[in-house]
């Protein structure tokens, strides 16, 4: 009879006796121990005793069921953790017997018979099989049972994994194969039991002690051996795998990731979704750690991702400690919402289950739980359930919710819930409590929609005044027009925008014979050719017609007053507006027909087409007239033509033709031409030479401006020469400029004439100014090349004397006196200043202060300050435009408009009013626009070719 027991201690080494020796009342069939306590089941009863201590304790032993227990009933297994002593009964009761506190703590009732129980270490999670060979996970806290999916036939045991951080990890193994199953709890669906994979067991394998993941066995031999799981594979070495690998054992790695999923491995499933680097892997690792609450993680992956908004959903749950609360939101972010629900009814914060109702637009359970959780939200509530309603075409039930959304209390809130009152009651046929309500608020958007509805059902006179009261002129205004309502339409048509609506209006006057109105409308809605129309045919008012297509350029309507004045005979206004309508052909013929031709061509401008130019040159060709044929010939772009014709215009033509034909041979780049109309300026076809502006004009024209050049200096001589000082100033300032636009260098003459005669132009303005010393200096420049004014060579003698004398350059004023008085000039001089003159050479006073001196702008030498020679460096300064003295370096400015340098204190003061003209350009110059040049060119306008425009 197998009823004895000896129980050893495997820390007394030097001791063979055994610890406890005890004989039972029955053969011994199962026996657990923990640290102080044994248990033996034996004849469907269990011993619970100490195994050490005080046989006085009256918690030394204890036998189940006994005397103090009700329990009557065989027990047909048993286990024993650190805190519990676990059974099962015949008829399928499951005890929990609590050693500390010596009482049984749970009890729970299963449909049958307990054959086997499988406890983890705590006794806290707990598997049993029953007698139908069906293997249960039970939770004692809330006798939760979930039956464990694909068990293996004749199970022979069931072992917890003993790592901490794997204890939901468990396996349930027979000869022939282990399964893995894990067992989860605090997640948003609730606790389940997953098979995560199914690993062969060696023949006489017996599987002792798992831990994290590997599986200790004892084999027939008793050696101990480590057994890998198939559902821990691919674990370990990951950082090993190379492409060509992680391509192979693909399908292996997906299983790996998923099983990583399953046993919460998340730093594995993280490398292994990393490797496989597939977004729906990242999505299920996602959905997982929502479904296990691991925000942090979750918040890790989404940002991976990139779905930035379940990141940003997350972050507002990182601090919360309300689990209850978190899963439900877990739960909503995974679109569980009835559980969500549930979950938020459990935790701190219902309304949140009210909240998500709302946003999901759930109303009819949104309205339930605002009657549970919060009624005041039950007005608010039905105001949005009645918008979804309004939406969808329920409009009883929307019309029955809006009123249920009245509070009297929040003002904005009930008119956004009369407003829906007032839509509702019109679409319900009650439109006059609609049309009141809706003039009751005066909101022009619920006028709007309210006219909007009632237009839809045909009901103008309520729509149109409603449009009217928002505001909305252009729809009220359509709406009276279909109700037929014209004397409205007239009160609101100052605030109508649309021209349809005028336009429309203005038929209906037309046809009731209100011509005026009409035109009015019609200039309203921009139909000008109605206007013209009715004030042509009906008000007998040609000049508003005139006006309007003056005005508007309007082709048809231009038309219809050139066939008006056609009739009336005045051809040329005919003309005029035939060309306004583009009836260029017609207009053409009128002209010819009439004589009006030199009109026509007055009105088609520049605008016309090429053949329209050719048409008007060969008309004047037939009436013998070459300066016209030439003009338009010219306008047409046949240049051959217009300069055969231009040649031979009569005498009195013959400056304007040669402007034409000038332009006319720059825009046709032939050689032919231009030989042709140099000959007929060198006089070789008429005998006649034309004067030499016409040569520099061909010479700019064709841009050979060094031939201008050389011509404007002619040009310049010749009026230099006749006393046209200012002409020749100005004709070589513009050569001067074309030059250097385009950076070809400047003749040295063109230079020296140049200034002689901006010296000159400037001995007035110094005068005018007052300032004799200025003048003086300038006149004794030009009166030092008076060989280049032979035509008044006296003036300027006598006026250089004068302002010398009023200077104090007395010694200058005798050397030009003296001179004046030889016998070629002397009878010349003016009465006025002859004994004036004679004094002074009679009584000469050669006194003469020496004049002041600045440094050379180029090597900084002194010279006196009119001459434009540098005696060390040899260079011919750049001069003022304004004093004619030679520049400073430190004091340079530019004139705005043609870049000539001035001296910047000078030419400040002498623009300061802000209407003074550039003394060499004659442009206006506004002192804002001077600056001072810090690094001038210093030969820019002297001849060098440069950058400037």
Request: charged share 25%; glycine share 4%.
């Amino acid at each position: 009879m197998n009823n004895r027991v000896w129980i050893y201690s495997l820390t007394e080494t030097k001791s063979s006796e055994p610890l406890l020796e005890r004989e039972y009342l029955g053969t011994v069939s199962e026996m657990y121990m923990n640290g102080d306590y044994a248990a033996v089941l034996f004849e469907k009863k269990i011993q619970l005793h100490m195994i050490e201590g005080d046989s006085d304790n009256d918690r030394d032993s204890r036998l189940f069921p006994d005397k103090d227990t009700d329990i009557d009933d065989d027990i047909t297994c048993c286990s024993l953790t650190s805190d519990f002593l676990i059974f099962g009964t015949q008829r399928g009761n499951i005890h929990y017997f609590f050693i500390e506190d010596w009482k049984f703590v749970n009890e729970y009732r299963h449909t049958c018979t307990i054959s086997k129980m499988f406890p983890d270490h705590s006794g806290t999670k707990l598997v049993f099989l029953d007698e139908k060979l069906d293997g249960y996970s039970y939770n004692p806290v809330n006798d939760e049972l979930f039956k464990l999916p694909d068990l293996p036939s004749r199970v022979t045991g069931v072992i917890w994994d003993s790592c901490q951080s794997d204890s939901h990890v468990l396996i349930v193994f027979n000869e022939e194969v282990v399964v893995t199953y894990t067992l989860h709890r605090d997640i948003v669906t609730g606790e389940q039991v997953q098979c995560v994979g199914e690993t062969k067991l060696p023949y006489g394998y017996r599987p002792l002690i798992l831990y994290a993941g590997e599986l200790k066995c004892q084999t027939q031999s008793g050696k101990l051996v480590n057994l890998a799981l198939t559902s821990h594979a691919y674990f370990g070495n990951l950082n090993d795998l190379t492409p060509e690998e992680i391509y192979i054992y693909q399908a292996q790695l997906i299983e790996a990731f998923h099983n990583a999923c399953m046993l919460k491995r998340y730093n594995e499933a993280w490398k292994l979704a990393e490797l496989l680097n597939h977004t729906e892997h990242w999505l299920h690792l996602g959905k997982t750690l929502l479904n296990h609450l691991e925000v942090q993680l979750a918040m890790r992956v989404y940002r991976r991702i990139g779905d930035a908004a379940i990141v940003l959903s997350l972050q507002g749950l990182q601090h919360i400690e309300d689990r209850k609360l978190v899963a439900g939101h877990m739960a909503l972010l995974c679109d569980q919402f009835d559980y969500s629900q549930q979950l938020f009814l459990e935790s701190s914060q219902p309304l949140k289950a009210l909240e998500m109702r709302r946003d999901l637009l759930q109303w009819n359970q949104a309205l339930q739980l605002a009657k549970s959780l919060d009624p005041q939200q039950i007005p608010f509530v039905s105001k949005e359930y009645a918008q979804q309603l309004e939406f969808t075409g329920d409009w009883a039930n929307a019309l029955i919710h809006y009123e249920k959304g009245i509070t009297k209390m929040h003002e904005e809130h009930d008119n956004t819930c009369k407003g829906g009152i007032a839509r509702m009651s019109i679409r319900m046929g009650d439109i006059r409590r609609g049309v009141n309500l809706a003039l009751e608020l005066s909101n022009r958007l619920l006028c709007k929609e309210c006219a909007a509805i009632l237009e839809a059902i045909k009901q103008f006179p309520e729509a149109a005044m409603l449009y009217e009261k928002g505001n909305n002129y252009d729809k009220a205004a359509q709406v009276y027009m279909k109700a037929r309502n014209w004397s409205k339409v007239a009160e609101i048509l100052p605030n109508i925008t649309s021209p349809k609506i005028y336009i429309q209006y203005a038929k209906n006057r037309e046809h009731e014979g209100k011509f005026k109105e009409a035109a009015n409308a019609y200039e309203a809605g921009k139909d000008y050719d109605s206007v013209i129309r009715i004030n042509l045919d009906h008000l007998k008012n040609p000049k508003e017609a005139v006006r309007i297509v003056q005005e508007t350029q309007s082709v048809e309507g231009a038309r219809v007053v050139a066939k008006f004045f056609q009739n009336l005979g005045d051809y040329a206004s005919a003309i005029q507006f035939l060309v306004v309508s583009k009836c260029n052909a017609e207009a053409f013929a009128l002209a010819e027909e009439h004589n009006q031709m030199s009109q026509y061509a007055d009105i088609i401008g520049d605008d016309a087409t090429p053949e329209d130019y050719i048409a008007i040159a060969k008309h004047y060709e037939s009436h013998g007239k070459p300066m016209q044929c030439g003009n338009f010939f010219f306008k047409a772009g046949d240049y051959a033509k217009a300069l055969h014709y231009l040649i031979r215009v009569p005498p009195n033509d013959v400056d304007a033709a040669l402007d034409i034909a000038i332009e006319a041979v720059g825009k046709a780049h032939k050689d032919s031409l231009t030989h042709q109309l140099i000959d007929y300026l060198m006089g070789e076809i008429d005998g006649v030479p034309k004067a030499a502006r016409y040569l520099f004009n061909l010479y700019m024209s064709l841009q050979q401006y060094r031939e201008a050049a050389r011509t404007a200096i002619i040009i310049a001589k010749e009026d230099q020469a006749a006393g046209s000082y200012r002409t020749a100033h100005d004709v070589l300032f513009e050569m001067y400029q074309n030059l250097l636009k385009h950076k070809i260098k400047i003749p040295n003459e063109m230079v020296h004439n140049l200034m002689l005669l901006h010296s000159y132009i400037l001995v007035k303005l110094h005068v005018k100014r007052g300032d004799h010393m200025k003048a003086a200096r300038m006149l004794i420049r030009v009166a030092s090349n008076i060989s280049k004014f032979p035509s008044h060579i006296a003036q300027i003698l006598t006026s250089t004397v004068v302002e010398c004398y009023r200077s104090g350059l007395r010694a200058s004023a005798f050397s030009y006196a003296a001179m004046l008085l030889r016998p070629e000039y002397r009878s010349q001089i003016d009465p006025k200043w002859k004994k004036k003159i004679e004094q002074i050479v009679r009584k000469p006073d050669k006194s003469e202060e020496e004049e002041p001196t600045d440094p050379c702008p180029q090597c900084g030498a002194l010279l006196p300050q009119s001459t434009l020679e540098c005696g060390e460096c040899k260079n011919t300064l750049p001069y003022c435009i304004v004093t004619g003295r030679h520049m400073l370096k430190e004091d340079w400015c530019e004139c705005p408009h043609c870049s000539w340098p001035a001296l910047y204190s000078v030419f400040r003061e002498f623009v300061a009013n802000g209407e003074t003209p550039c003394p060499i350009c004659g442009e206006v110059v506004n002192p804002q626009q001077l600056s001072v040049v810090q690094e001038p060119n210093l030969y820019a306008k002297l001849g060098e070719p440069t950058n400037e425009g």
